[in-house]
Antibody, heavy 116, light 107 residues
Framework: QVQLVQSGAEVKKPGALVKLSCKASGHTFTTSYIHWVRQAPGHGLEWVGVSNPTYTTAYSQSFQGRVTVTRDTATSTVYMELRRLRSDDTAVYYC??????????WGQGTLVTVSS | DIQMTQSPSSLSASVGDRVSITCRASQDISNYLAWFQQRPGKVPQLLIYAASTLQSGVPSRFSGSGSGTDFTLTISSLQPEDVATYYCQKYDNAPLTFGGGTRVEIK
């Protein structure tokens, strides 16, 4: 049973950074793509970025260098750091993994609130 | 970047109706397309990948078709539990863009 367990909710001020975690179990972490997807309140799904099994990453240009995804194979955990937070970064952030680059399994989501 | 456009943005249909949702890519993505269902307040769930392959456990009333730039998700007989927002996503290359979503309601 594949499980992705995400870290808890965060409240941050504009300009700060947030680092979220996603711990995977039940599948071969070293060969898994781990994606990050976000959903602002009342809005659709937005792909943020991905950590590939070869330790390469790719990101949406919408984040203009503000996001970094890293992985720790020893703990089967992927991290997403988002810097220079703005109010429109307020969203639920999901990690997802599964069949190649297809998001079969999803974490429970982490709410990030950016407010002064 | 390739854009993904879904239509309609919302629809209302009766239980038992056949419902179709369209997703159009701005460039050829072969069959690298997935469909997701997100029920209100819930985590998205994969319905279909490779444009037409039903994910394990998904009811057979869901089907997908298309290749290249034009894709369709069809619900053959709409059920109350199908009330949700449906998203397409390309996964050929980064960025793995989602469509804007289609909200499905029961009339």
């Amino acid at each position: 049973q594949v499980q992705l367990v995400q870290s808890g909710a965060e409240v941050k001020k504009p300009g700060a950074l947030v680092k979220l975690s996603c711990k995977a179990s039940g599948h071969t972490f070293t060969t898994s793509y781990i994606h990050w997807v976000r959903q602002a309140p009342g809005h659709g799904l937005e792909w943020v970025g991905v950590s590939n099994p070869t330790y390469t990453t790719a990101y949406s240009q919408s984040f203009q260098g503000r996001v970094t995804v890293t992985r720790d194979t020893a703990t089967s955990t992927v991290y997403m750091e988002l810097r220079r937070l703005r109010s429109d970064d307020t969203a639920v952030y999901y990690c997802a993994s599964g069949l190649g680059s297809i998001a079969v399994y999803w974490g429970q989501g982490t709410l990030v609130t950016v407010s002064s | 970047d390739i854009q993904m456009t879904q239509s309609p943005s919302s629809l209302s249909a009766s239980v038992g109706d056949r419902v179709s949702i369209t997703c159009r890519a701005s460039q050829d993505i072969s069959n690298y397309l997935a469909w997701f269902q997100q029920r209100p307040g819930k985590v998205p769930q994969l319905l279909i990948y490779a444009a037409s392959t039903l994910q394990s456990g998904v009811p057979s009333r869901f089907s997908g078709s298309g290749s290249g730039t034009d894709f369709t998700l069809t619900i053959s007989s709409l059920q109350p539990e199908d009330v949700a927002t449906y998203y397409c996503q390309k996964y050929d290359n980064a960025p793995l863009t989602f469509g804007g979503g289609t909200r499905v309601e029961i009339k």
